[in-house]
């Protein structure tokens, strides 16, 4: 079974920063696909980011393209989140997911991945 640990989340002002880490216990880059996701209280998880690691393809959910970065570090089995210019709407629990590679249409569906953190949360104060 893989683990996902998620850090980095925690409490900033509006525009600030935080890059959130995912580490994974065992990685097969070739063939696995990481996704965020966030929920806020009451809500369904959504996705907002997520790159196929085996090829390094970034996709973005609209509310946070242009402001969040997704990358990866293979060597430290790592996907990060930076997120910039943080607002009080992005306060939320966000979570990192892993598995074999959904099609894209099915990025942001939740029930594509097989694996999932504890989740980190993020509040922004204004």
């Known amino acids: 079974r893989i683990e996902l640990v998620e850090s980095g989340g925690g409490s900033v002002q509006t525009g600030g920063s935080l890059r959130l880490s995912c580490i994974a216990s065992e990685f097969d880059y070739a063939s696995t696909c990481t996704g965020w996701f966030r929920q806020f209280p009451g809500k369904e998880r959504e996705g907002i980011a997520a790159i196929y690691t085996g090829i390094g393809s970034a996709y973005y959910a609209d509310s946070v393209a242009g402001r969040f970065t997704i990358s990866q570090d293979d060597a430290k089995r790592a996907v990060y989140l930076e997120m910039n210019n943080l607002q009080p709407e992005d306060t939320a629990m966000y979570y990192c997911?892993?598995?074999?590679?959904?099609?894209?249409?099915?990025?942001?569906?939740?029930?594509?991945?097989?694996?999932w953190g504890q989740g980190t949360q993020v509040t922004v104060s204004s």
């Open positions: 997911a892993s598995g074999p590679p959904p099609y894209r249409s099915a990025l942001f569906k939740p029930q594509s991945y097989q694996y």
